[in-house]
């Protein structure tokens, strides 16, 4: 024989007609029932008042909420949200306050509850548990500025479209971004060189180890080149290490959320408009976690190192060096040879110096970019004075 399965409202039912009916008191039927006289008097009181439909679950929601936002501040709320569709609570909250003194009051929860009644609540994914790393801030700005590429778009059976970022490490202050139709070492660099030229030099710039930054087996990035002459360190993160690089890993990721559903949905003659109008709100409205809830722009200033333009044909150096202008092909002579010193250098002047028994080092400005050693000795060489 199976088993009989009563719901809720058969149960309360029976204890009913057990009272009503079969005549016994309600202590013993509550005791039979396993419930409290309390809660026996108040399903005889609802079934007598209304039958059957008493004994249904109520709604706990209260009769009246004195705290309760009212429809004004609700539609305010809500505009916001649908304004930026991608933020969640504490960022609407942040920003509703700034403008409205009511709103500062009430806290992010009750946005929250908002937002849920009108079904404006976005669902996050399970964040990934990664072991914790160290954090590294700089104190003031342009102290450090981040720099990565990362594809903006990329669309079923046509060209991945990049994007060139570039971020203050002290106040996450976005200094460009920009659209790249190739991934040459020029277009690269000619994004950093349009930064410097608006907000001024920073005192290092950090990158990952792309082709269009490294300088290895001789092949010296133009870009590394063009910081060195410009007195900026170059700093790379470790390899296969992107945390180093996080602060602007972070941007990416809110970049992808926010922006990027916007250019899919648009034709690429707007997405320069797009970008721009993005960054703007990035800096000076979105409220950011890490400082305080504030925008970026509340901590960002330009730099006092204003940026000039440096002489590909001035020789920097020690005065008993030498100094040969590097070729197209990245090539400079040295003892009737021609040695490979970078392709990143070519066009510059760089320094080389003389280490005794046919060794010698090249640099550019200051920086030692190769060792040469020569079978016979040189002749031909000779000492150029240089003002140092």
Known sequence: MPWSVWSVV????????????????????????????????????????????????????????????????????????????????????????????????????????????????????????????????????????????KVAVSRNRGPRVWVAGLLDDHSRYALGLWFLSDLSDERV????????????????????????????????????????????????????????????????????????????SSSPELWPGLMERWREQY???????????SPPSSRYQSSSKPFVEPDCSQKIGKPDSIYRRVSPKGQMSLGGQRHMVGRGLRGWMVEVRSQGNGCWHVYFRHHFVREIILTKPVESVTYVPVQV
């Open 189 to 264: 660099l000619s994004c950093w060189i349009k930064a410097v030229r608006r907000y001024g030099l920073p005192g290092q710039t950090l990158t990952d180890h792309g082709a269009q930054f490294g300088m290895e087996d001789y092949a010296t990035s133009a870009f590394r080149t063009y910081l060195w002459a410009c007195k900026v360190q170059h700093i790379q993160g470790r390899v296969g290490h992107p945390q180093t690089q996080g602060k602007i890993e972070r941007f990416w990721r809110t970049f992808k959320c926010e922006l990027t559903p916007q250019l899919e």
């Open 283 to 293: 800096n000076t409205i979105r409220p950011h976690e890490s400082l305080g809830d």
């Open 10 to 149: 058969e149960q309360r039912s029976q204890f009913c007609a057990e009272v009503l009916e079969s005549g016994i008191s309600i202590s013993v039927a509550c005791r039979a029932f396993g419930v409290s006289r309390k809660t026996g008097y108040k399903w005889l009181g609802r079934y007598l008042e209304k039958g059957a439909s008493g004994l249904v679950d109520q709604s706990r929601r209260p009769r009246h909420s004195p705290q309760r936002l009212s429809k004004e501040l609700e539609d305010y709320v809500v505009g916001i949200k649908r304004e930026y569709p991608y933020w969640g609570p504490r960022k609407i909250h942040r920003l509703a306050s700034r403008e409205c003194l009511e709103i500062e009051a009430v806290s992010v929860s009750t946005i929250s509850r908002v937002l849920a009644r009108y079904g404006l609540v976005t669902t996050r994914e399970e964040p990934v548990i990664y072991p914790a790393v160290g954090r590294f801030e700089r104190s003031n700005p342009n102290e450090l500025w981040q720099m990565d590429l």
